[in-house]
């Protein structure tokens, strides 16, 4: 019922800037929690940012704490995550996800490469 297509993702040097978007089908996106994971080669896919369906409420991992920002335009159907201050350790495939209580669905991701 709800596909995702995530962009955005490139290669940038450390302390640069991306913005992922994330677009949304469907007419029910604005029941969804959104949410942000990433995952590098050989590790678990983590949690980065999630927000409420309203847009009101934030949570981010400690790790990108006071660099991302996670935002959503419910008349779009798209979610973002403006990615500043970019560290090395921020490399990974990073996948939108919609869901309730739980995740529920998934997009193919989009590769961010943090490099000199």
Same mark, same amino acid.
């Given at each position: 019922? %709800?596909?995702?297509?995530? &962009? /955005? @993702?490139?290669?940038?040097?450390?302390?640069? +800037?991306?913005?992922?978007?994330?677009?949304? *089908?469907?007419?029910?996106?604005?029941?969804?929690?959104?949410?942000?994971?990433?995952?590098?080669?050989?590790?678990?896919?983590?949690? %980065?940012?999630?927000?409420? &369906? /309203? @847009?009101?409420?934030?949570?981010?991992?400690? +790790?990108?704490?006071?660099?991302?920002?996670? *935002?959503?335009?419910?008349?779009?159907?798209?979610?973002?995550?403006?990615?500043?201050?970019?560290?090395?350790?921020?490399?990974?495939?990073?996948?939108?996800?919609?869901?309730?209580?739980?995740?529920?669905?998934?997009?193919?991701?989009?590769?961010?490469?943090?490099?000199?």
């Amino acid at each position: 019922q %709800v596909q995702l297509v995530e &962009s /955005g @993702g490139g290669l940038v040097q450390p302390g640069g +800037s991306l913005r992922l978007s994330c677009a949304a *089908s469907g007419s029910i996106f604005s029941t969804y929690v959104m949410g942000w994971y990433r995952q590098a080669p050989g590790k678990q896919r983590e949690l %980065v940012a999630k927000i409420s &369906s /309203g @847009g009101a409420r934030t949570t981010y991992a400690d +790790s990108v704490k006071g660099r991302f920002t996670i *935002s959503r335009d419910n008349a779009k159907n798209t979610v973002y995550l403006q990615m500043n201050n970019l560290k090395p350790a921020d490399t990974a495939v990073y996948y939108c996800n919609a869901g309730t209580s739980v995740p529920m669905y998934w997009g193919q991701g989009t590769q961010v490469t943090v490099s000199s």
